[in-house]
């Protein structure tokens, strides 16, 4: 059982490229997330599903789009990525809604832009 | 929006001791998270709860919901227990209960 899988791992980009980062869950969890992880931040929500065929945006969204694929696949993409997009990138996923369920993280994607 | 604190911000031991992290939150939730994070892995949950206590191995958590305050506490702590331990709350209502606010972290050393 793999859990929540998220590729790549790690990834540099120059200004300007786009990128999209993968998630799937084999769970078959209801809601999936991307967080963002940067020093002194905590974790911050990107965007969110809530279920198949639904997305809404989080905290800090702009620059960023996701696309809900199918119940198991959740991704990210970055349009024209800039240096204040280098961070840690989490995907999650939990069971249904993550206010009243465990959620359940990938290993995390590494981004810089240079 | 519901403010997450936590403290200590970094805390360091010495193996068999017992430790404590605090983390208070400023309005109603639906449950709140204990998360751990080793340097440079992935991020477990740890436990969920909306009341009272659980307890996993030497791990214990507490809520406190009048007073809006949770702890985790470890004990007989060792060196693997070195991480990032994050609390996160969970929110009411529909929608807003599709998400959790997170704290910043507190990083624990425990020193052989």
């Known amino acids: 059982n793999a859990g929540v899988t998220q590729t790549p791992k790690f990834q540099v980009l120059k200004t300007g490229q786009s990128m999209t980062l993968q998630c799937a869950q084999d769970?078959?969890?209801?809601?999936m997330y991307w967080y963002r992880q940067d020093p002194g931040m905590g974790l911050r929500l990107i965007y969110y599903?809530?279920?198949?065929?639904?997305?809404d945006k989080g905290e800090v969204p702009n620059g960023y789009n996701v696309s809900r694929l199918n119940k198991r696949e959740f991704s990210l993409r970055l349009e024209s990525a800039a240096p204040s997009q280098t961070s840690v990138y989490f995907c999650?996923?939990?069971?249904?809604?993550?206010?009243?369920?465990?959620?359940?993280f990938g290993a995390g994607t590494r981004l810089s832009v240079l | 929006k519901n403010e997450v604190e936590q403290s200590p911000q970094n805390l360091t031991a010495q193996e068999g001791e017992f430790i404590t992290i605090n983390c208070s939150y400023s309005?109603?939730?639906?449950?709140l998270h204990w998360l751990q994070q080793h340097p440079g892995g992935g991020i477990v949950s740890l436990f969920m709860?909306?009341?009272g206590k659980k307890k996993h191995g030497r791990l214990i958590a507490t809520i406190n919901i009048q007073e809006k305050h949770s702890s985790l506490h470890i004990t007989a702590s060792h060196p693997r227990d070195s991480a990032v331990y994050i609390c996160a709350v969970g929110h009411r209502g529909t929608g807003a209960n599709s998400k959790l606010t997170f704290g910043k972290g507190i990083t624990l050393s425990v020193r052989p």
């Open positions: 309005v109603g939730i639906s449950a």
């Open positions: 599903s809530a279920s198949e065929g639904t997305t």
């Open positions: 769970m078959n969890h209801n809601s």
């Open positions: 999650a996923s939990a069971r249904d809604r993550v206010g009243y369920d465990i959620q359940y």
């Open positions: 709860l909306s009341s």
